[in-house]
């Protein structure tokens, strides 16, 4: 069959919902887009680790560090799931830890800003990872059935991230005005970044309307960060504190929560490698890679070894 | 020196009387370390009783492209199902 037709099939089984396997034809195009996509988010669970990282030794009892460590015990999870994800699509492991450390490859820029409190942790747990949850719970239909699948197993745990941030919030907001204080400081730090993460204005993202075709993406930017802003606006209440945003207002007409600009020269700032802690979340990636290089190679010797002895016992 | 783990697939018994299903892959240099990763990467809240992997590139997959050539012998057998025999109502249990 040639590519017109077979492009076109591709089309129709898209338009039936039917998944896409790894070996069934597909545009290279719809490759790339995968393989981009797909790394960028496995790269993010993995650089997502270290913000978090940094609060587990210093977590304020053993309930909140259990809860924690698991936490990131899961993202270290949901990044093999996605690098294996991936791999279906014909890119092998290392080139695409390559492509994180050599700077090719982006991840997500809400971890280059630094976890300054202990509130922040709650914070991430709360804005990031429900942000987070917003955008990956239409991704468990992307068309592709190893992302599809990867994307089920990653909501399924993903929501008690939340619900454990939203936990660490909730005591503080009932707690000293010093933790209260603490609680509305990370907010206002974590608000802005959180929307960003949606990713730029529907009319400023040229890959929406391909990947919504090839049903990669099933809401646009837009429309997810509406309705987030819808959830947490309500949610906020609970805890007593503001968003920070002079322009938040439910719209009755609309139906939604109205909100302010937000400041695309800080992201694309960030997403260009000047964000608070670009620098430092690769040098901590990388370091962590070469530190562990002698155990990789150490283990293949090992294999190797007892490989070859399996092979000269059956032998004799 | 240079070498990447070999990629392995993982199967899980989710319990007892169950099928092992495939449910991903992971890297790992021996089979040893694939089912220790196997148990941290896919069972961290006791979804499985029994793992079982398999070197990826011991696994042979038929081709999607003659899917309609391999699965044609059974399409047209509608008499293997228990629907094609006419019997009557008052036969029960059958």
Redesign the interface.
């Known amino acids: 069959m040639d590519t017109v037709h077979l492009e076109k099939d591709f089309q129709e089984k898209i338009d039936q919902e039917i998944k896409i396997e790894p070996k069934d034809f597909m545009p290279d195009a719809y490759r790339k887009t995968l393989v981009r996509q797909i790394s960028q988010h496995a790269h993010s669970e993995i650089v997502g680790m270290l913000p978090e990282s940094n609060w587990i030794g210093r977590a304020p009892s053993l309930r909140r560090k259990l809860g924690l460590l698991a936490k990131v015990q899961d993202e270290a999870g949901h990044g093999l799931y996605l690098y294996s994800a991936c791999e279906t699509l014909g890119v092998d492991r290392e080139s695409l830890i390559e492509q994180l450390h050599e700077g090719k490859a982006k991840y997500s820029s809400i971890f280059n800003y630094p976890t300054l409190t202990w509130a922040d942790i709650g914070a991430i747990g709360w804005l990031v990872d429900g942000a987070a949850i917003m955008n990956q719970v239409p991704l468990c239909r992307c068309s592709y059935g190893p992302y599809s699948r990867a994307m089920i197993r990653i909501c399924k745990e993903e929501s008690f991230h939340q619900r454990q941030g939203f936990e660490i919030l909730l005591t503080l907001s009932r707690g000293s005005e010093e933790q209260k204080e603490m609680l509305q400081d990370s907010v206002n730090r974590w608000w802005w970044p959180s929307l960003m993460m949606f990713g730029p204005h529907d009319k400023d993202s040229p890959h929406t309307a391909k990947s919504m075709k090839w049903k990669i993406k099933r809401f646009s930017n837009d429309e997810l960060r509406q309705k987030f802003v819808d959830v947490i606006a309500e949610q906020i209440k609970i805890l007593g504190i503001t968003l920070p945003d002079p322009d938040l207002s439910w719209n009755e007409e609309r139906g939604h929560y109205d909100f302010g600009p937000i400041n695309w020269d800080e992201f694309w700032d960030v997403v260009g490698g000047n964000g608070p802690c670009n620098k430092q979340r690769m040098h901590d990636r990388v370091t962590a890679h070469e530190r562990g290089a002698w155990v990789r190679d150490a283990a293949i010797a090992h294999a190797e070894k007892r490989a070859t002895r399996k092979a000269i016992s059956k032998a004799s | 020196?240079?070498?990447?783990?070999p990629?392995w697939e993982v199967f899980i018994r989710s319990k007892k009387g169950l099928h092992h299903r495939h449910v991903?892959?992971?890297?790992a240099?021996?089979e040893k370390?694939a089912i220790e990763n196997a148990r941290?990467?896919y069972t961290?809240?006791n979804e499985g009783v029994s793992i079982w992997v398999v070197e990826s590139k011991h696994i042979t997959?038929s081709?999607?492209?003659e899917m309609d050539s391999l699965f044609e012998p059974a399409t047209d057998k509608v008499y293997r199902h228990p629907t094609f025999y006419n019997l009557p109502d008052e036969l029960k249990h059958m």
């Open positions: 020196m240079k070498k990447d783990w990629l991903g892959s992971l890297h240099a021996d370390m941290d990467v961290r809240r997959a081709n999607p492209e």
